[in-house]
């Protein structure tokens, strides 16, 4: 994933750019950057941020980037932003989202134009420069984000910043967000709304799918408007989003306890007895606790998170350092598990291996039952546009392993359909499977009319394909 944030103001940009970008942290952990432009032209930063928070690498260097306009970035995949030199003039620009067509595109500028890439380790190319490259194939800014929008199979969103203001692009259908706030003497443009509350900003507008807007410390003017259709990526409000965030008018902890609350209404207990319902940190949290206002089971926190060091599991790179640092920072809260039937709320179950380690940490301390809900459906397809995993195969998820186990390796769409149908028995027994594998005492998820009844807004604009296959 990766977050943004961008200010076009007429004093300093610097301080409301730092932090909006700093609120990003939850969204991305490889890198980090920030661009400006002012009195002394274009300047730019970029940290690794994978061992040290965004805040401490870049608080040394905010007197180099002094500047009236600017863009960061939280990035989960190559370093930007980039400072590029084109016939356009020189910008800087930073994205967000997953290009699946991309040796489609690099193949298509090496023989339409004699073009070049940076070399960057590992052999691959910089996915902001490729989208660079595009851009400056057309005769202005618009007209190439506009093709961006026409050739790239997948989701990019886009801040482009010029010596004149910020040109905001968000993807063709609309599957991440960009939000503008205003106040008397700036604009700023961002991915999580909530991240300009704190800096005086007050909400000014959300750009429509595939919408392009250029934003001054005057104005916002659309530039190229939005599109009719839109995907939004349903998974922002069940597990990416920040609490504080809302996308589309809908709040992401409202949606959560919402999202508990049907979980819990439709839940068959089958006479068992718990002692109190629990939330994974951080993000199963609210969806407990919706589910404990609903059934009446008490709310408890029989573990909790250490978070000054690692704020989320998946920062790391390598997966083997992520599960040792899931284990490493639940410290348990022994008087709530020893002898306790738990029921435990987890947003997903991508792989399965952390909460198999979950469970095992809390049957070593003592719980005796351990039932697990989950706040959406079985994740049956990796997502090939926002990559909210670092999943490279479905057969990374737990429930791709069972079919194939059960099935083979060629499975047809129809028989996947199958599983992923919660009313059907091979959805039932793939479940079943996924218990014993994990060590669970019982589990379900969740429905996914259900989880789309919880966000409220037409299902059409939604995407579920990591559930359905169904963009």
């Known amino acids: 994933m990766g977050g943004y944030f961008g200010v076009a103001s007429k004093k300093s940009c610097t301080m409301d750019l730092f932090f909006g970008t700093d609120y990003h ?123 961006v929008h026409e050739k790239v199979i997948g989701s990019v969103s886009c801040l482009l910043l010029t010596k004149d203001g910020i040109y905001a692009s968000r993807d063709r259908y609309g599957r991440t967000p960009i939000t503008v706030g205003c106040k008397d003497d700036a604009f700023c443009v961002s991915f999580e709304n909530f991240a300009y509350f704190n800096l005086g900003y007050h909400h000014y507008s959300e750009l429509g799918p595939g919408e392009i807007d250029f934003i001054t410390a005057d104005k916002v003017e659309v530039v190229s408007p939005a599109k009719k259709e839109m995907k939004m990526c349903s998974f922002l409000w069940v597990y990416f989003g920040y609490p504080n965030a809302s996308y589309e008018g809908v709040s992401v902890e409202k949606m959560r306890y919402d999202c508990g609350r049907l979980l819990a209404r439709h839940d068959n207990h089958d006479g068992i007895r718990v002692d109190s319902v629990a939330g994974v ?11 404990s206002n609903e059934s009446g089971i008490e709310y408890s926190r029989p573990f909790v998170k250490y978070t000054p060091t690692w704020p989320r599991s998946f920062m790391p790179t390598n997966q083997k350092q992520r599960n040792l ?84 390796e060629n499975v047809s769409e129809e028989l996947l359909q199958d599983y992923a149908n919660p009313d059907s028995q091979n959805y039932q027994e793939m479940v079943e499977e996924i218990r014993k594998r994990l060590n669970f005492t019982t589990l379900r998820f969740h429905r996914l009319d259900d989880m789309l009844e919880s966000i409220g807004i037409d299902p059409n604009r939604l995407c579920t394909y990591c559930w359905n296959g169904r963009e």
Do not use: W
Request: glycine share 10%; hydrophobic share 35%; net charge negative.
């Open 25 to 147: 942290s939850h969204l991305g952990t490889k890198s980090g950057g920030m661009a400006v432009y002012g009195d002394n032209g274009f300047q730019r930063i970029i940290h690794n941020i994978e061992n040290t928070p965004f805040r401490t690498k870049f608080d040394r260097d905010l007197d180099e980037l002094e500047g009236y306009i600017g863009i960061g970035c939280i990035s989960d995949s190559d370093p930007q932003p980039l400072l590029i030199r084109s016939h356009l003039g020189e910008y800087a620009l930073t994205t967000v989202g997953v290009i699946k067509n991309k040796q489609q595109l690099i193949d298509e500028l090496y023989a339409n134009g004699h073009v070049h890439f940076m070399g960057m380790s590992g052999g691959h190319i910089n996915s902001t420069e490729l989208i660079a490259t595009i851009i400056d194939q057309c005769n202005s800014f618009v007209e190439g984000l506009q093709l």
């Open 281 to 291: 940190p951080d993000s199963g949290l609210a969806h407990a606790i919706g589910y």
């Open 325 to 408: 640092i899931a284990k490493m920072k639940l410290i348990p809260v022994h008087s709530l598990i020893q002898d306790k039937s738990l029921l435990l709320i987890d947003d997903s179950i991508v792989r399965g291996t952390q909460l198999g380690e979950t469970t095992q940490f809390l049957y070593e301390n003592g719980a005796t039952e351990v039932h697990i809900r989950t706040a959406c459906p079985p994740i049956m397809y990796a997502c090939p546009y926002l990559a909210f995993s670092r999943s490279t195969s479905d057969y990374d998820l737990i429930t791709r392993r069972v079919i194939r186990d059960r099935e083979g």
